[in-house]
């Protein structure tokens, strides 16, 4: 008897993890969705928000992203500081069909006040598309007047979030340049 609880068990337990999946990996739902997502892609053609109506702030590149790349969600503050930036916010959200599969980290510099971090992040992402961190690489984008610094992930690779996200760093980099 005790062996026949024990088997049990530990079906139980599998069957338990494995109901622990990493969601919907591809079905015929997420494949239209992700139909959806590549005719939802911007165009910079179709600009909702204009670049000369919002401030050439963070605040500013914000609403600009959000009126014309999708990017939604609640801005979390982060801690700019660490990488000599005046200000920094992050996006998580969901795009094309995925869930939670878009990160977006904005930060802003002042150019005139750069101090010792801020001078050795800018320098590393010019020189190398990114920065290293506490060890870790950090894959970044600087905006065309290097004002402003970008860190995107996008979990989703299929061809409509591969676009939004050519589309998103493509605003990103000619804000107020």
């Known amino acids: 008897m005790k062996r ?19 969601g919907d990996v591809g079905g015929a739902s997420s494949q239209s ?11 910079a053609l179709s600009q909702k928000v204009k670049e ?12 600009y992203l959000q009126g014309n790349a999708s990017v939604t969600g609640t801005a979390e503050k982060m801690r700019a500081d660490i990488i000599g930036a005046v200000s920094g916010v992050r996006y998580q959200y969901s795009y094309g069909g995925g869930k939670n599969n878009v990160t977006l980290e904005l930060y802003e ?7 010792a971090a801020a001078q050795k992040v800018l320098s ?10 506490l060890g870790q690489k950090i894959g970044a984008v600087l905006s065309d ?3 402003y610094l970008m860190i995107y992930k996008n979990s989703a690779t299929d061809s409509g979030n591969k676009a939004y996200t050519d589309q998103i760093a493509k605003l990103f980099r000619g804000f107020k340049k």
Do not use: H
């Not at 510099?109 to 101090?115: A, R, V």
């Open 4 to 22: 026949f609880w024990m088997i049990f068990l530990a079906a139980a337990v599998l069957l338990s993890l494995s109901a622990c999946g990493v």
């Open 124 to 133: 590393q992402v010019r020189a190398n598309g990114g920065f290293t961190l």
């Open 33 to 43: 969705a992700s139909s959806a997502a590549s005719s939802q892609a911007p165009s």
């Open 52 to 63: 000369d109506s919002v401030p050439d702030s963070l605040s500013g590149l914000q609403k």
């Open 145 to 147: 007047n290097e004002k």
């Open 109 to 115: 510099y002042d150019p005139s006040k750069l101090n």
